[in-house]
């Protein structure tokens, strides 16, 4: 491989550190209830996605300048780095939805985890290498894209679903706490964030499908990536299905958004760390 400066590792420290600012201002925020620090905590946040978008189109060039070139989204490292960036994106759309800027002191860290967890996981590493025959596929990208998205709003539901859950049972003890969200947005957000992930998912499992096909002439062979996300997906259609049909709510509705967001870690890391399967590589 020819050797050139990675300078989209560069960038992503650079917006690891941004984000860990962004956190404290946000805590700042959450703290002396000024609008002004909220202000500058949404706009050193917007400052380090825009270096981590940057990053990522320089991971881009890199790979071309290689020889290899493809998106960025084929191995563990690229695609912890793209799911920091989804989730700090889909924040920045709740934060303009709902005008809750103190959901980002809970949410803002798990995208500095994201980058960070990069330099612990053995085996992950920001070199570049040729692409293995089943990931020379378009459908890579389109598969990567939707469940990542998914994944990341899944993320959003998770934390609301925890905050929910501490609200409820403080506001039950007759003492709500004054700077979350009241019970009812919280409930609402958890509901939303995964209306908005489930079709990705669904859209992710087809993709993947097509995709199976096209490297290994089956769409669906049971692998436990294929089996793990289908359990992830019923546990959210399961979800819906309840709120629709059955008016879910509150409670069982953050302990349910809970537990897809654990079958979600476990299909992203477990699978690939604890079980053998074609989706090993990743």
């Known amino acids: 491989m020819p050797d050139i400066p990675m300078i989209s590792s560069k960038l992503f420290g650079i917006a690891m550190m941004i984000y860990i600012v962004a956190t404290l201002f946000y805590l700042a925020f959450m703290a002396f209830k000024s609008k002004k620090v909220g202000t500058i905590a949404t706009l050193i946040l917007i400052a380090g996605f825009l ?21 960025p989204l084929s191995n563990m490292y690229e695609s912890l780095i793209f799911f920091s960036w989804t989730m700090v994106l889909l924040y920045l759309i709740f934060e303009w939805r709902y005008k ?21 996981i053995p085996g992950v590493s920001d070199k570049i290498h040729p692409l293995i025959p089943a990931l020379q596929s378009n459908w890579l990208t ?71 096909n096209y490297a290994w002439g089956s769409y669906w062979s049971w692998d436990p990536k294929e089996t793990w996300s289908l359990i992830t997906w019923f546990i959210y259609a399961a979800f819906l299905h309840a709120r629709y049909t059955r008016g879910w709510h509150g409670k069982k509705a953050a302990y349910l ?14 699978v690939n760390y604890l079980i053998a399967g074609l989706h090993s590589y990743a």
């Open 51 to 71: 270096i981590h978008t940057a990053g990522i189109a320089f991971r881009w060039r890199e790979t071309h300048l290689t020889g290899y070139g493809y998106v």
């Open 142 to 212: 389109i598969h990567v894209t939707t469940c990542f998205f998914g994944y990341a709003s899944f993320a959003a539901a998770f934390v609301v679903s925890i905050l929910y859950l501490i609200q409820s049972k403080r506001k039950g003890e007759g003492k709500p706490i004054s700077w979350l969200p009241e019970a009812r947005v919280l409930d609402d957000a958890n509901y939303k964030s995964i209306i908005i992930g489930f079709p990705f998912l669904t859209i992710g499992i087809i993709t993947g499908a097509m995709w199976a």
């Open 100 to 120: 809750r800027k103190v959901i980002g002191v809970f949410f803002v860290p798990l995208a500095f985890i994201a980058i960070a967890i990069t330099s612990l």
């Open 257 to 270: 958004s809970v537990l897809g967001f654990i079958a979600v870690l476990f299909t992203y890391f477990g």
